[in-house]
């Protein structure tokens, strides 16, 4: 089976920074595209940025300039500056991932984890 576990939310001032980490697990023979979405209270989940498997990027405009998607064998990463505290949400990573024994990639979601911007 795979499992995506995410770290480093928290809460932040506005004006600083956090860097969220998406680590892939399990049977995995490979990786396409990887994202990070989020979901504040209230709201539905947005797309916040993708990341290809060739890394090509893509952002959500209310993010460009300030957010860096990256990946690394089967981590994704999200480098967030000068963050907003429009940006309060619960982030999630997601993954097409084909596990060993299947033919299709599947998408596989994180537990989410909280970002939290003061002002």
């Known amino acids: 089976q795979v499992q995506l576990v995410e770290s480093g939310g928290g809460l932040v001032q506005a004006g600083g920074s956090l860097r969220l980490s998406c680590a892939a697990s399990?049977?995995?023979?490979?990786?396409?595209?990887m994202g990070w979405y989020r979901q504040a209270p209230g709201k539905q989940r947005e797309l916040v940025a993708t990341i290809t498997k060739n890394s090509l990027t893509n952002y959500v405009d209310s993010v460009k300039g300030r957010f860096i998607i990256s990946r690394d064998k089967n981590t994704v990463y999200l480098q967030m500056n000068s963050l907003k505290p429009d940006d309060t949400a619960a982030y999630y990573c997601?993954?097409?991932?084909?596990?060993?024994?299947?033919?299709?990639?599947?998408?596989?979601w994180g537990q989410g984890t909280q970002v939290t911007v003061a002002s």
């Open positions: 997601n993954a097409d991932i084909r596990f060993t024994g299947s033919i299709y990639s599947q998408t596989y």
């Open positions: 399990g049977s995995i023979v490979s990786i396409g595209a």
